[in-house]
């Protein structure tokens, strides 16, 4: 069974940056595609970004194109997202996804004040 334990969230203030991990434990982490998703309060949940198994191709929700940058490292079995000129609205739960399986981790909280 797989796992993920995503890390990296927190507090920030807004134009500020966070960097997200996701480790991935107990599959084949190099041969799955990976993404990001957020539920902000109140909302539904959205995909954030995705990056296939060999991380050639990536993809992003619009309001995140241009601030955020999703990557991830097959050898160390960990996806990242970096969030860049952060904003109250990226305020969410974020989760990492592994596409392909379909397991979930357990999510971690960002909060971006003004």
């Known amino acids: 069974q797989v796992q993920l334990v995503e890390s990296g969230g927190g507090l920030v203030q807004a134009g500020g940056s966070l960097r997200l991990s996701c480790a991935a434990s107990?599959?084949?982490?190099?041969?799955?595609?990976m993404g990001w998703y957020r539920r902000a309060p109140g909302k539904e949940r959205e995909l954030v970004a995705s990056?296939?198994?060999?991380?050639?191709?990536?993809y992003y929700a619009v309001a995140m194109r241009g601030r955020f940058t999703i990557s991830r490292d097959n050898a160390k079995n960990t996806a990242y997202l970096q969030m860049n000129s952060l904003k109250p609205e990226d305020t969410a739960i974020y989760y990492c996804h592994a596409i392909s399986d379909g397991y979930w981790g357990q999510g971690t909280q960002d909060t971006v004040s003004t």
């Open positions: 990056i296939s198994w060999n991380g050639g191709t990536t």
């Open positions: 107990g599959g084949t982490f190099s041969s799955t595609n």
